[in-house]
């Protein structure tokens, strides 16, 4: 097999910061951020003008530093954020879905050899060197059908997951109404006088001895709950923690910080863990000490859309960068009566037994994509 390097096929340029704009108009393009490498559920727009990078769809759009560093995109066009990097070749033998496809199965590589202890980035050097198989254009493109084709299965399946929580985010509105209006006059507290807060542990990469399972801004990409502690990465620290970083059933940890602003604010629910586990210092946790309020309540409606544009907006409507535990615990929630809560979350559990037995499905699907992703690039399939 001969390879060749991905820095002597392409040329990488750095994005810039774009200012996004509010409303779309004639002048506007789209505004490509690290979640359109992976969906079009948050498509957002900037004004279209020569200081941007612009990316075409024969680009490869890299995330270039955050939690996501190393996550690929292509067939795409728009202006590229500063999280990302434009990646563009000239040469007419390079197809650019097959090595979009074999740059996204080396990502974890390239997350691996990132710098950067507090936000970690890809160095160019290291995305240079990759070494890409030479393949003939027409190999190219038949390994490039069959990947696709796998990828739709693996898509539908996703969307399927997802219809669960449309239907769960509807029941949410059918019950209790615009979560930040209040139609149905429900009581209002403050959600720092319901529990209180914790910000997330700090290490270094270089701690070593004691192993601890890990709950980082990457494990959010996993959906609005952890089920179990399986999924999540180990990490060695120096000593075994405190007992209060360790989480617990029930407790609600949201994304205090990152690169990504969109990652500002998210929240996940954690409803069984088998192993101690903590989390990272760009978080912080929230548990509930309150019976007129449960979990499975208050993680539906931090993920109500609503409610979460006000929760990532400072009191003059400006969005913010960064959450503190003074603006969580400002927040003012809805209290419903708590039968009706508890009749809500019974449902959302009906509807979470289907939607673990397609999430079991898709997961056999990554499975079965990923192993003729790597007999596709060794070449064992042509």
Known sequence: MEY???????KITKGKKVDALEEINNDSVRYIQIDDLRNNNNIKYCMSNGKYVFAKKEDLIIAWDGA????????IEGAIGSTLALLRTDNKLVYTPFIGRYMQAQSKTLRDKCMGATIPHIQKSVLEDILIPKYDIKIQQKIATILDKAQSLIDKRKEQIEAYDELVKSLFYEMFGDAVLNPKGWDIRDLGTLGYFKNGMNYKQSDSGFNIKFLGVSEFKYGNTINNSNILPTLELQQEPNEEYLLKKGDIIFVRSNGSKELVGRSILVRELEEKTIYSGFCIRYRNQCREVIPDFLIQLFLDQNFKKSLKKDSRGANINNLNQQMLSSLKVIVPPLPLQNKFAAQVEKIEQQKKLLEQ?????????????????????F
């Open 361 to 381: 499905s898709l997961k056999e699907l990554e499975n079965n994509f990923n192993s003729l992703m790597q007999r596709a690039f060794k070449g064992e399939l």
């Open 68 to 75: 996501n560093a190393g996550t690929i995109g292509y067939g």
């Open 4 to 10: 060749i390097r991905l820095g002597d096929l392409y």
